[in-house]
């Protein structure tokens, strides 16, 4: 099974070798090839994204599916997308109805996947400050996640700011997935898109 995984770059280097290791855990014997296809800054949409996955699904190197994972934070005014839901369907739309390929969306950026471990987030900021408060994926476009943890890094003691590159793998490395796929419904929903393609047992 080989399966392209279109991503934003930073979110590629930061996130592939935990969802590597976890599926690892749970695919024994069936484990994909993942082939990562980074973008800097969001990935493409519209007829872009089009092109993009038919040549992943039809090209000299053919992919058994793609899977694009956007942020519903893209910086944009007005946003992009109102919510994971929306941007889901938005990328369907611009596709088209192929079965291979299978849009997902962290609501309302990659950091919310981090929030569940927050205390490793102190830690590396060298900080105190308390963890925001809900659900990780209640967010919203006026303080997305990324930027509290950018917050607590620049006023604790590390004299360091967040690097997603850098310290997103770091906080995940000392860390299950799964406490975060318990917590966060879009997470769990490309996971197990991810182990049903394979024949694995999907996360309740």
């Known amino acids: 099974m080989k399966i392209a995984l279109i991503v934003e770059g930073k979110t590629e280097k930061a996130f592939l070798p935990s969802l590597e290791a976890f599926l690892k855990n749970r695919l024994s014997g069936q484990m994909p090839r993942i082939d990562p296809i980074p973008y800097h800054g969001r990935i493409p949409k519209g007829d872009q994204l089009k092109q993009i996955v038919e040549f992943l699904l039809g090209g000299k190197d053919p992919r058994d599916h793609v899977i694009a994972l956007t942020d519903v934070y893209t910086g944009t005014t007005p946003p992009d997308f109102t919510d994971a839901r929306d941007a889901k ?4 739309q611009w596709v088209g109805p192929e079965p291979r390929f299978h849009p997902h969306a962290a609501q309302y950026d990659f950091e919310a996947w981090l929030l569940p471990y927050w205390p490793t987030i102190q830690k590396l900021a060298k900080h105190n400050k308390s963890a925001p408060r809900g659900n990780p994926e209640t967010v919203n476009h006026q303080k997305p996640p990324a930027r509290r943890i950018k917050e607590i890094f620049e ?3 590390c004299r360091d700011s967040y690097v997603k590159a850098r310290d997103a793998g770091r906080i995940l490395r000392e860390n299950d997935l799964i406490i ?3 917590l966060c419904s879009e997470l769990k929903a490309m996971i197990n ?3 049903s393609l394979c024949g694995g047992s999907a996360i309740p």
Request: proline share 0%; charged share 40%; aromatic share 0%.
């Open 155 to 157: 006023i604790g003691k």
């Open 193 to 195: 898109t991810i182990l």
């Open 89 to 92: 369907e938005k990328m369907r």
């Open 180 to 182: 975060a796929i318990r």
